[in-house]
């Protein structure tokens, strides 16, 4: 089973955005994760994510996220708009002094170093060269949590509807998601990827 988390972004960039989660929908990325740039007046926030939907593949989930993706991209300067130009105009300081009237969002998809019997997450992660967005299983999720990797993800997940959210998470996947990092605070760090599939694949 996978589930979706944001990395804790080392490097001392003063960057930001936001990324359509499907598991949690939308959602306003850390303050330190991606990548900011000013093209013709508009500012592009740069995301990079692991496993993003390959529109290659015919498969109708394939068809599905591709879709939902191009969607999202497309919706995105008016949910930024709505939701966080406000905000981020407000306080330069934290954001950066960008044109947040006009903001439009990139996708990459990440492909990392490969070495035999060595995870790719982990090299990109030492190398700080992880992806913005990236996939972990609950087996990792301890390690990953324990070594500071991952972002807490408490106020996302706290802004969705609670029957949302009981129907995505399973109570018997909570203990796995929600739980003490290294400083000793409890908070979300993932979130599973497909729903309803992460209680068929829990039994």
């Known amino acids: 089973m996978m589930t979706q988390i944001f990395r804790q972004q080392f490097a001392g960039r003063s960057i930001l955005g936001m990324l359509l989660l499907i598991i949690i929908g939308l959602c306003h990325v850390p303050a330190d994760a991606g990548e900011i740039e000013v093209r013709d007046g508009v500012t592009i926030i740069h995301l990079t994510v692991a496993n993003l939907?390959?529109?290659?593949?015919?498969?109708?989930?394939?068809?599905?996220?591709?879709?939902?993706?191009?969607?999202?991209?497309?919706?995105?300067?008016?949910?930024?708009?709505?939701?966080?130009a406000k905000r981020y105009k407000a306080d330069p300081k934290t954001y950066g002094d960008y044109n947040w009237d006009n903001v439009q969002i990139e996708l990459h998809r990440f492909s990392g170093l490969k070495v035999e019997s060595v995870?790719?997450?982990?090299?990109?992660?030492?190398?700080?060269?992880?992806?913005d967005v990236l996939y972990v299983n609950f087996r990792k999720s301890?390690?990953?949590?324990?070594?500071?990797?991952?972002?807490p993800m408490d106020q996302w997940v706290d802004q969705l509807p609670q029957e949302?959210?009981?129907?995505?998470?399973?109570d018997k996947i909570w203990p796995v998601i929600k739980r003490k990092g290294p400083a000793g605070d409890k908070h979300v760090w993932a979130m599973p990827y497909g729903g309803a599939l992460g209680k068929v694949l829990l039994f």
Do not use: C, W
Not at 75 to 84: E, L, P
């Open 119 to 131: 995870e790719t997450d982990l090299l990109a992660i030492a190398g700080n060269m992880a992806p």
């Open 142 to 151: 301890d390690t990953y949590i324990r070594n500071g990797f991952l972002y």
């Open 164 to 170: 949302e959210l009981k129907q995505r998470v399973h």
């Open 53 to 84: 939907p390959d529109p290659s593949k015919t498969d109708t989930a394939s068809r599905a996220d591709v879709a939902a993706v191009k969607q999202f991209k497309k919706r995105y300067a008016d949910i930024f708009k709505t939701k966080y």
